[in-house]
């Protein structure tokens, strides 16, 4: 079948299935299980109404229980057992982290994955932050906005092409077509260079492109926040004789510390998962190696299931702390 | 506060410059690759992207026509013609006949060659070459110019990426396949998240503090870990790799924030109208395809968006859960990867293939960005 | 014939949260009733139960007979205006008053015949395709009203329907309704408000909640003229009416009591047993039944600390008689500015004069 007609065929019978499940074991619901007629009508729309949520809730689970929640004891089971020939796999303990943690490539994917971490979102913060204020005071501030906010929209990997280009390199004596090598040789480079094959700076350099992309949304979340702020707080300070670092500092930053964290966190959970861009510019090659593309070469290049598992269930470990503090906050909003 | 007495206009000033400085910086990347796809391989190869836009002085190598091209005039051999096909808006300043020399001559002038020939140049490229005897060498002569460009774009790139069937790596079934992927993607976890948002947010029944609470943690459970568990699963219940499985896996991977989002817009709406709509005899399933589903539009449209620039962005999932051997079902970002690993050099085809897969979210994005921060500031803020 | 009936019914909400206890009400066809009472007594939540938006914990509540506690909103036959009014938002008006009657499945002509109809009476006919966010807050609340009458429905809910809007739009649509009700003679009505005069002028009977309870039931002039307890007494009326300790001097058919800290000595025309003499009462009397007077039958002398001339009435505040008693507050026809600083001797007829003792009023026991 053409894919075309396939995928309107998957929309129609996935939507039309949707729709058709809800619609119709409602009225079974309603009309054959327990019929809102007769002398018990009262007790039966009663119990309808308890049956009810678990019927509109029923696909969700499903889905969330068997794409997320199993995985996640599946994987963990995987992490402690190793493939046999055949098919069959057996109870190894924590022999696949223990291989895994012999390995330096592992050791590389963490401690570049620390750098990520601790980079990435403290850069797209402080530029967010930078952009949000600035782009509050002018006129042209949306246009601004929307225009540091587009990176936004573009594919891990379309971001990797972007950043080749500005990194790409030519021999000497050619025109540099990429813009670093060209800046450098414009300040006074003897030869350009191959960024991203120069091990230390060229993890740095991929983390830009993360940046790149991340300070968008952070610049839209804390414009919001510091458009929050009740107005008379800074007219107060003004008033005190603060100057406009002072408000912005001591008055503003204060203020909206909550969503800055929030910010944080969330820059913090797309980095632990970020994998496009390694596995586009570099494959890890370089020393440039992140978990979760360490993790997709185990699984998928070397086919060894148990370290692969082993090395997702570390990143699931760095998540869980995030994890936790949501569901806590949530549960706090919900009282 | 530009209403406060006394504030310094140099300091507006240094807003203005360090926001435009700001822009432009996040600009600067994309317009190159923009940029890049309108030129040919040759201009992207000698010059800068930056240099595109104004005239560019450009050292060519180009040759007259050869012995086939000759006239015989007046007791002597002529080749004429013009260096670059026909007279264009290159201006040539300088020219040489060996590449150690390549501005021996101003245009115009006259160079000697050997065995008496001569050589004339003209600025518009018009070259007139003239030798007692009869010229022998099949290939011309060869000239090196110094000449001045205007801005050249073309649409060849576009042409040869979407159009050209004889292009084995064209774009345009994986652009194909990219919007098979996330059109049932986008579609499918709204309609089953909106139901359970509903139930989440407008129902009562026992565990229900309890799911919320799940679905919060689910938020940020890494794609990464579902990989071999699903992959497996889905080669024991016969889906393999496919389209139905990439499908399911977005749906899955989609439906924590879909539900997140959705029930948290849906609790703000007034209760008092939900209850109107009992009162007036609507039963939970009316209530939510009449009342709940035509007031949580922007709700709806903000996770659509995300749903759709996530699915259609997406590489890992389409590697793991879509593209088999046969390549017959591969993606745009698939595509773009292959293409930076054959072609890293070949700038023209990497920059407009990667734009043709970067316009259609652009496009999305800046229609609907109003209904993106607004799902952003839901999500995030509370 | 439409009779609500509520038997001993509790309200807790989940977490042990006790809002209504042992409530009793007979609703009789063709009643307005209006529940009155302090914010937070329960009003809402009563009302809500016999829309069947709440459940009832324990207890029956009855419509004509039929056991409703289990029945959906839906079925029960009723209508309700909210405080918000609750339009659907994306509906245009014409929309909005026929979505119960759509669900119903009614014919097309009968939805559009009951529209017309109920749209001319409220003079709504010229806004029927617009959306509720292009009315005026009045033109709102005529919208929610006329959703409920399409459905022509036994018993009418309204949930402070008119507190939403201002003063002069909420005694033109006080009217509206009361007329409302006198063109239906046979629908039931109930009706929450905090505002008294909206109580006073609809009621047929007006229920007064409090403590988790019905405090009393009754037309609104039982109410204002015999409270049963200090509680109403103090609730109907504004100011509220002044409470003086006293004591029983002597019983009869007119009681003459005395009040303390160096009253006088003033007759109420309730009966009191003989066995009565002596005890400690409260003395109630309102702001506008007290007169000046020279007589010896009085209630007290004091001097006048405040003088607040409204125009028709001037509100006069008394020295406290102790420190933590509360000003006694008299309500003088026309203007008198000059009586502050003055002492005043205040006194009432017998007939306005409320005895109460344990907070019940003496003339029920
Ligand atoms: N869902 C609920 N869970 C727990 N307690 C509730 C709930 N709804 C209402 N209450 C409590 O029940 C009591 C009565 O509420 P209700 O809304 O009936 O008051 P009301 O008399 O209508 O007040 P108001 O005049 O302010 O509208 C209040 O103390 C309130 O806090
Ligand atoms: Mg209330």
Same mark, same amino acid.
């Given at each position: 079948?053409?894919?075309?007609l396939?995928?309107?065929?998957?929309?129609?019978?996935?939507?039309?299935?949707?729709?058709?499940?809800?619609?119709?074991?409602?009225?079974?619901?309603?009309?054959?299980l327990?019929p809102?007629?007769?002398p018990?009508?009262?007790?039966?729309?009663?119990?309808?109404?308890?049956?009810?949520?678990?019927?509109?809730l029923?696909?969700?689970?499903?889905?969330?229980?068997?794409?997320?929640?199993?995985p996640?004891?599946?994987?963990?089971?995987?992490?402690?057992?190793?493939?046999?020939?055949?098919?069959?796999?057996?109870?190894?303990?924590?022999?696949?982290?223990?291989?895994?943690?012999?390995?330096?490539?592992?050791?590389?994917?963490?401690r570049?994955?620390?750098?990520?971490?601790?980079?990435?979102? !403290?850069?797209?913060?402080?530029?967010?932050?930078?952009?949000?204020?600035?782009?509050?005071?002018?006129?042209?501030?949306?246009?601004?906005?929307?225009?540091i906010?587009?990176?936004?929209?573009?594919?891990?990997?379309? !971001?990797?092409?972007?950043?080749?280009?500005?990194?790409?390199?030519?021999?000497?004596?050619?025109?540099?077509?990429?813009?670093?090598?060209?800046?450098?040789?414009?300040?006074? %480079?003897?030869?350009?260079?191959?960024?991203?094959?120069?091990?230390?700076?060229?993890?740095?350099l991929?983390?830009?492109?993360?940046?790149?992309?991340?300070?968008?949304? !952070?610049?839209?979340?804390?414009?919001?926040?510091?458009r929050?702020?009740?107005?008379?707080?800074?007219?107060?300070?003004?008033?005190?004789?603060?100057?406009?670092?002072?408000?912005?500092?001591?008055?503003?930053?204060?203020?909206?510390?909550?969503?800055?964290?929030?910010?944080?966190?969330t820059?913090?959970?797309?980095?632990?998962?970020?994998?496009?861009?390694?596995?586009?510019?570099?494959?890890?090659?370089?020393?440039?190696?992140?978990?979760?593309?360490?993790?997709?070469?185990k699984?998928?290049?070397?086919?060894?299931? %148990?370290?692969?598992?082993?090395?997702?269930?570390?990143?699931?470990?760095?998540?869980?702390?995030?994890?936790?503090?949501?569901?806590?906050?949530?549960?706090?909003?919900?009282? | 506060?530009?209403?406060?007495?006394?504030?310094?206009?140099?300091?507006?000033?240094?807003?203005?410059?360090?926001?435009?400085?700001?822009?432009?910086?996040?600009?600067?990347?994309?317009?190159?690759?923009?940029?890049?796809?309108?030129?040919t391989?040759?201009?992207?190869?000698?010059?800068?992207?930056?240099?595109?836009?104004?005239?560019?002085?450009?050292?060519?190598?180009l040759?007259?026509?050869?012995?086939?091209?000759?006239?015989?005039?007046?007791?002597?051999?002529?080749?004429?013609?013009?260096?670059?096909?026909?007279?264009?808006?290159?201006?040539?300043?300088?020219?040489?006949?060996?590449?150690?020399?390549?501005?021996?001559y101003?245009?115009?002038?006259?160079?000697?060659?050997?065995?008496?020939?001569?050589?004339?140049?003209?600025?518009?490229?018009?070259?007139q070459?003239?030798?007692?005897?009869?010229?022998?060498?099949?290939?011309?002569?060869?000239?090196?110019?110094?000449?001045?460009?205007?801005?050249?774009?073309?649409?060849?790139?576009?042409?040869?990426?979407l159009?050209?069937?004889?292009?084995?790596?064209?774009?345009?079934?994986a652009?194909?396949?990219?919007?098979?992927?996330?059109?049932?993607?986008?579609?499918?976890?709204?309609?089953?998240?909106?139901?359970?948002?509903?139930?989440?947010?407008?129902?009562?029944?026992?565990?229900?503090?309890?799911?919320?609470?799940?679905?919060?943690?689910?938020?940020?459970?890494?794609?990464?870990?579902?990989?071999?568990?699903?992959l497996?699963?889905?080669?024991?219940?016969?889906?393999?790799?496919?389209?139905?499985?990439?499908?399911?896996?977005?749906?899955?991977?989609?439906?924590?924030?879909?539900?997140y989002?959705?029930?948290?817009?849906?609790?703000?709406?007034p209760?008092d109208?939900?209850?109107?709509?009992?009162?007036?005899?609507?039963?939970?399933?009316?209530?939510?395809?009449k009342?709940?589903?035509?007031?949580?539009?922007?709700?709806?449209?903000?996770?659509?968006?995300?749903?759709?620039?996530?699915?259609?962005?997406?590489?890992?999932?389409?590697?793991?859960?879509?593209?088999?051997?046969?390549?017959?079902?591969?993606?745009?970002?698939?595509?773009?990867?292959?293409?930076?690993?054959?072609?890293?050099?070949?700038?023209?085809?990497?920059?407009?293939?990667?734009?043709?897969?970067?316009?259609?979210?652009?496009?999305?994005?800046f229609?609907?960005?109003?209904?993106?921060?607004?799902?952003?500031?839901?999500?995030?803020?509370? | 014939?439409?009779?609500?009936?509520?038997?001993?019914?509790?309200?807790?909400?989940?977490?042990?949260?006790?809002?209504?206890?042992?409530?009793?009400? /007979?609703?009789?066809?063709g009643?307005?009733?209006?529940?009155?009472?302090?914010?937070?007594?329960?009003?809402?939540?009563?009302?809500?139960?016999?829309?069947?938006?709440?459940?009832?914990?324990?207890?029956?509540?009855?419509?004509?007979?039929?056991?409703?506690?289990?029945?959906?909103?839906?079925?029960?036959?009723i209508?309700?205006?909210?405080?918000?009014?609750? *339009?659907?938002?994306?509906?245009?008006?014409?929309d909005?008053?026929?979505?119960?009657?759509?669900?119903?499945?009614?014919?097309?002509?009968?939805?559009?015949?009951?529209?017309?109809?109920?749209?001319?009476?409220?003079?709504l $006919?010229?806004?029927?395709?617009?959306?509720?966010?292009?009315?005026?807050?009045?033109?709102?609340?005529?919208?929610?009203?006329?959703?409920?009458?399409?459905? /022509?429905?036994?018993?009418?809910?309204?949930?402070?329907?008119?507190?939403?809007?201002?003063?002069?739009l909420?005694?033109?649509t006080?009217?509206?309704?009361?007329?409302?009700?006198?063109?239906?003679? /046979?629908?039931?009505?109930?009706?929450v408000?905090?505002?008294?005069?909206?109580?006073?002028?609809l009621?047929?009977?007006?229920?007064?909640?409090?403590?988790?309870?019905?405090?009393?039931?009754?037309t609104?002039?039982? *109410?204002?003229?015999?409270?049963?307890?200090?509680?109403?007494?103090?609730?109907?009326?504004?100011?509220?009416?002044?409470?003086?300790?006293?004591?029983?001097?002597?019983?009869?058919?007119? $009681?003459?009591?005395?009040?303390?800290?160096?009253?006088?000595?003033?007759?109420?025309?309730?009966?009191?047993?003989?066995?009565?003499?002596?005890?400690?009462?409260?003395?109630?009397?309102?702001?506008? /039944?007290?007169?000046? $007077?020279?007589?010896?039958?009085?209630?007290?002398?004091?001097?006048?600390?405040?003088?607040?001339?409204?125009?028709?009435?001037?509100?006069?505040?008394?020295?406290?008689?102790?420190?933590?008693?509360?000003?006694?507050?008299?309500?003088?026809?026309?203007?008198?500015?000059?009586?502050?600083?003055?002492?005043?001797?205040? $006194?009432?007829e017998?007939?306005?004069?409320?005895?109460?003792?344990?907070?019940?009023?003496?003339?029920?026991r």
């Amino acid at each position: 079948m053409h894919p075309a007609l396939q995928a309107i065929v998957t929309i129609i019978i996935g939507v039309g299935g949707c729709v058709g499940y809800f619609y119709f074991s409602n009225q079974f619901l309603d009309k054959v299980l327990f019929p809102a007629r007769g002398p018990n009508a009262g007790r039966n729309i009663t119990r309808a109404n308890m049956i009810r949520p678990w019927l509109f809730l029923m696909p969700a689970l499903l889905a969330l229980g068997v794409y997320l929640a199993y995985p996640v004891v599946e994987t963990l089971r995987l992490s402690l057992t190793e493939r046999l020939p055949g098919g069959e796999s057996q109870y190894v303990g924590l022999a696949n982290y223990q291989q895994m943690f012999a390995e330096p490539k592992f050791w590389e994917a963490m401690r570049n994955n620390m750098m990520w971490l601790l980079v990435v979102p !403290a850069l797209s913060t402080v530029f967010g932050l930078l952009a949000a204020q600035l782009s509050d005071r002018v006129r042209w501030g949306n246009l601004a906005k929307s225009l540091i906010f587009m990176p936004m929209a573009i594919s891990f990997v379309g !971001a990797a092409v972007i950043w080749k280009l500005v990194y790409d390199a030519r021999p000497v004596g050619q025109d540099q077509i990429g813009v670093l090598n060209a800046l450098y040789m414009f300040f006074g %480079g003897t030869e350009p260079k191959n960024w991203l094959t120069m091990i230390g700076p060229n993890n740095y350099l991929l983390m830009i492109v993360l940046v790149w992309i991340q300070t968008g949304f !952070a610049m839209v979340i804390l414009s919001a926040a510091l458009r929050g702020i009740p107005e008379e707080t800074v007219e107060a300070a003004i008033v005190d004789g603060a100057n406009p670092f002072q408000v912005f500092f001591k008055i503003k930053v204060p203020q909206i510390m909550g969503t800055i964290v929030v910010v944080w966190t969330t820059i913090t959970i797309v980095v632990l998962k970020v994998f496009d861009i390694v596995f586009a510019m570099t494959n890890g090659q370089w020393e440039t190696q992140v978990l979760a593309n360490y993790m997709y070469d185990k699984l998928f290049r070397a086919n060894d299931w %148990g370290v692969g598992s082993a090395s997702a269930m570390i990143i699931m470990l760095l998540v869980s702390p995030i994890l936790v503090w949501n569901v806590y906050n949530a549960r706090k909003e919900m009282k | 506060m530009s209403n406060i007495a006394g504030t310094k206009s140099s300091l507006t000033w240094a807003v203005h410059l360090s926001l435009a400085a700001l822009v432009l910086l996040w600009l600067f990347p994309t317009v190159g690759l923009l940029v890049s796809s309108f030129r040919t391989s040759d201009q992207i190869a000698s010059t800068g992207w930056w240099k595109a836009m104004v005239p560019s002085e450009q050292n060519l190598t180009l040759r007259t026509g050869g012995a086939e091209d000759q006239v015989q005039k007046e007791g002597g051999f002529v080749i004429e013609g013009n260096l670059f096909g026909e007279p264009g808006d290159a201006v040539i300043s300088v020219w040489g006949t060996s590449s150690r020399a390549i501005s021996d001559y101003q245009a115009g002038e006259t160079a000697e060659l050997k065995d008496d020939a001569t050589l004339t140049v003209q600025s518009n490229g018009d070259y007139q070459m003239q030798s007692p005897e009869e010229f022998t060498g099949k290939r011309g002569q060869r000239i090196f110019v110094t000449a001045r460009t205007p801005p050249e774009f073309t649409l060849r790139n576009y042409k040869y990426v979407l159009f050209d069937p004889s292009n084995r790596e064209g774009m345009a079934k994986a652009f194909f396949n990219t919007l098979t992927v996330t059109i049932p993607a986008t579609i499918i976890p709204i309609l089953v998240a909106a139901f359970a948002a509903y139930a989440l947010a407008w129902m009562d029944f026992p565990g229900r503090a309890l799911l919320i609470a799940a679905v919060v943690g689910l938020l940020v459970v890494p794609l990464q870990l579902a990989l071999i568990p699903l992959l497996k699963l889905h080669n024991e219940i016969g889906i393999g790799k496919g389209y139905l499985g990439a499908w399911l896996a977005h749906t899955g991977f989609g439906l924590p924030l879909a539900i997140y989002l959705l029930r948290n817009y849906m609790v703000g709406l007034p209760r008092d109208i939900i209850e109107n709509a009992k009162v007036d005899g609507a039963t939970d399933f009316q209530i939510f395809t009449k009342i709940i589903l035509p007031l949580s539009f922007p709700a709806l449209a903000s996770f659509a968006i995300f749903q759709f620039l996530w699915t259609w962005n997406d590489l890992l999932v389409a590697l793991v859960f879509l593209i088999d051997s046969t390549g017959d079902t591969t993606v745009m970002t698939k595509q773009i990867v292959e293409l930076l690993g054959t072609r890293g050099g070949n700038w023209e085809i990497l920059a407009t293939s990667a734009f043709v897969s970067i316009a259609v979210p652009l496009g999305v994005f800046f229609a609907m960005q109003k209904y993106l921060v607004r799902g952003l500031l839901a999500g995030s803020v509370k | 014939m439409t009779n609500l009936k509520l038997t001993n019914v509790e309200k807790t909400y989940a977490g042990n949260i006790n809002v209504l206890n042992d409530i009793n009400l /007979d609703i009789k066809t063709g009643e307005l009733i209006v529940f009155v009472g302090p914010s937070g007594c329960g009003k809402s939540t009563l009302l809500r139960m016999i829309a069947g938006l709440e459940t009832i914990t324990s207890g029956d509540f009855t419509i004509d007979g039929v056991r409703m506690n289990d029945m959906p909103p839906a079925q029960r036959g009723i209508a309700m205006v909210f405080q918000s009014y609750a *339009l659907y938002p994306h509906m245009t008006v014409r929309d909005n008053m026929s979505f119960a009657l759509k669900l119903a499945k009614k014919p097309q002509a009968e939805i559009d015949a009951a529209i017309d109809r109920v749209a001319a009476t409220l003079q709504l $006919t010229d806004y029927l395709d617009r959306l509720p966010k292009a009315l005026s807050g009045g033109q709102r609340q005529r919208v929610a009203i006329g959703r409920s009458i399409v459905r /022509d429905p036994k018993v009418y809910l309204f949930d402070e329907p008119l507190s939403n809007l201002d003063a002069a739009l909420r005694v033109a649509t006080r009217i509206e309704i009361a007329q409302l009700k006198e063109s239906m003679p /046979d629908s039931t009505m109930v009706y929450v408000t905090h505002d008294q005069v909206e109580a006073m002028t609809l009621a047929s009977r007006i229920v007064v909640l409090a403590n988790k309870g019905i405090a009393q039931v009754g037309t609104p002039l039982d *109410l204002y003229e015999r409270p049963e307890n200090e509680f109403v007494a103090q609730f109907i009326g504004s100011p509220a009416m002044n409470l003086l300790s006293g004591t029983v001097e002597q019983t009869g058919e007119v $009681t003459q009591v005395r009040v303390d800290h160096g009253g006088g000595s003033i007759s109420a025309n309730i009966p009191t047993r003989a066995d009565m003499q002596g005890m400690s009462v409260n003395i109630g009397i309102r702001p506008e /039944d007290m007169e000046p $007077t020279t007589s010896d039958n009085y209630a007290f002398e004091n001097v006048v600390e405040i003088a607040e001339a409204l125009g028709e009435v001037t509100q006069v505040y008394f020295k406290r008689q102790t420190a933590n008693a509360n000003p006694v507050i008299a309500k003088l026809q026309g203007i008198h500015r000059e009586v502050r600083g003055q002492t005043m001797r205040m $006194t009432a007829e017998p007939g306005k004069v409320h005895l109460f003792a344990d907070g019940q009023s003496l003339l029920y026991r």
